[in-house]
């Protein structure tokens, strides 16, 4: 006698179940990531930035604040032209879109002049001070020769009068005064202060010395 075999329901096959599962819970990720996306870049709610160039930092400040945007200073230039303190430069530019809470970076005029470490350049030729000053930024320079037993020679630098030590700070783009030896300035000096006599006057010079030696003064006797 025939048994009917009984009939395996549909999910009773454990491979079938575990495909759905993960089927399922694959769809379930996938859903759940798009809607975290949405809300992490909240798609359309871009803000347009504003045009901050030449704004004082806390007037730009303010403009940023109300919408939802905050200022960093990323850097400072100075120039003698420019406004201290205000804006020159903005990232990212104006009316670029950006997400709430976004940092727009700045770079300001400084209020003081960038501080130049000055080199000592005593004994350097003039040529060589001259190369060196205009590659820090310093190109307002005057020469000072002075007399010296040899020429061209950097012997003192100075800003303002006052002679600079080695490796010190000044303002960038200060005037400075070289004070370089000369060797024709001391022959110069020289030749000037000695006295040439010819051997005519040599002799005239003689005579009279001994014709003075030879006199005497009557007030003796």
């Known amino acids: 006698m025939s048994k009917k075999q009984a009939k395996k329901p549909?999910?009773?096959?454990?491979i079938l179940k575990n495909l759905a599962m993960i089927i399922i819970t694959g769809g379930l990720l996938v859903i759940l990531t798009l809607v975290f996306l949405h809300l992490y870049t909240r798609h359309g709610q871009n803000i347009v930035v504003p045009k901050l160039m030449?704004?004082?930092?806390n007037e730009a400040n303010t403009?940023?604040?109300a919408k939802g945007l905050h200022i960093e200073i990323v850097d400072s230039i100075y120039s003698r032209d420019g406004v201290p303190g205000a804006i020159l430069d903005q990232s990212p530019k104006a009316n670029n879109k950006v997400k709430?809470?976004?940092s727009i970076y700045v770079t300001v005029y400084s209020k003081t002049p960038q501080q130049i470490v000055v080199p000592g350049l005593e004994d350097?030729?003039?040529?060589?001070?001259?190369?060196?000053?205009?590659s820090l930024g310093f190109t307002q320079i005057s020469i000072e020769e002075v007399?010296?037993?040899?020429?061209?020679?950097?012997?003192?630098?100075?800003?303002?009068?006052?002679?600079?030590a080695p490796d010190e700070k000044i303002p960038a783009g200060s005037p400075l005064n070289l004070v370089v030896s000369?060797?024709?300035?001391?022959?110069?000096?020289g030749v000037d202060n000695e006295i040439i006599l010819t051997p005519g006057q040599f002799e005239d010079q003689n005579t009279n010395q001994s014709s003075e030696s030879g006199q005497f003064d009557d007030s003796f006797f």
Do not use: K
């Open 182 to 189: 000369s060797s024709h300035l001391s022959d110069s000096i």
């Open 100 to 102: 709430e809470g976004r």
């Open 54 to 57: 030449g704004l004082q930092i």
């Open 124 to 134: 350097y030729s003039t040529r060589q001070a001259l190369a060196l000053l205009n």
């Open 10 to 14: 549909f999910f009773g096959n454990n």
């Open 63 to 65: 403009i940023l604040n």
């Open 147 to 164: 007399p010296s037993e040899y020429s061209g020679l950097v012997m003192a630098v100075e800003y303002h009068g006052r002679r600079l």
